[in-house]
């Protein structure tokens, strides 16, 4: 149980185009699911967190225009990278909260390896 | 302010050899929880343990050993008869009770296990 999927695993783009990224929990209902960016060698660093129905919450620094979240269901949250630069290649992590953020584990998916050309 | 350091960079030892990865955290949090993740060369965050601030016992599951400490704040973390698939980076995470789920990770070990 409790597993997290994300799609595509790895995308190739040419910069100021958008690239979209899905991440849905198979097995179970997640009312919270979160975004972490990566780079290479170093530590994930939390982006936003999505909340079911509701507009996503913003780390500070993070531009919410060019990070678009959606989480539409209990299911899926979508980040759309808007009008992507080469400064945007990084690996995308989403993690879902099983049954609601406070106190429950966060699952996290595969991760999407962005490279913007 | 809450803080996870993780001051081992990268660990390398010999198959069979016991390893133990450090973990400090700060917090003026009392409700807490500390996280354990794996994450291996394909990237993906696979979760090894949760531990709340009110629970102090140490923990064994396997090769796998937990040593929570709240008088000096550390939540180590130790592989015992360490294996070639135990490479991989691992991450300590800590969570308040209020902050809506966001996690607070360490900068990451880089585990090394050599046959």
């Known amino acids: 149980g409790a597993v997290v999927s994300q799609h595509p695993s790895r995308v190739i783009c040419k910069s100021g185009t958008s690239v979209k990224i899905e991440c849905r929990s198979l097995?179970?209902?997640?009312?919270?699911m979160f975004w972490y960016r990566q780079f290479p060698k170093q530590s994930l660093m939390l982006m936003a967190t999505s909340n079911e129905g509701s507009k996503a919450t913003y780390e500070q620094g993070v531009e919410k225009d060019k990070f678009l979240i959606n989480h539409a269901s209990l299911t899926l949250s979508t980040l759309t990278v808007t009008s992507a630069h080469p400064e945007d290649s990084s690996f995308y992590i989403c993690?879902?909260?099983?049954?609601?953020?406070?106190?429950?584990?966060?699952?996290f998916g595969p991760g999407t390896r962005l490279t913007v050309l | 302010a809450q803080k996870v350091t993780q001051a081992q960079t990268e660990i390398s030892v010999v198959e069979k050899e016991d390893v133990t990865l450090d973990c400090v955290y700060e917090t003026r949090d009392t409700t807490y929880y500390l996280f354990w993740y794996k994450q291996p060369p394909s990237g993906e965050l696979v979760f090894l343990i949760r531990r709340n601030s009110f629970d102090e016992q140490n923990e064994i599951s396997g090769r796998y050993s937990w040593n929570f400490q709240k008088s000096t704040s550390s939540f180590n973390f130790t592989i015992t008869a360490s294996q070639v698939v135990d490479s991989a980076v691992y991450f300590c995470?800590?969570?308040?009770?209020?902050?809506?789920?966001?996690?607070?990770f360490g900068q990451g070990t880089e585990l090394s296990v050599k046959p």
């Open positions: 995470a800590l969570r308040h009770y209020n902050q809506g789920g966001k996690l607070i």
């Open positions: 097995d179970f209902q997640a009312t919270t």
């Open positions: 993690s879902a909260s099983l049954a609601g953020g406070r106190t429950d584990t966060q699952y």
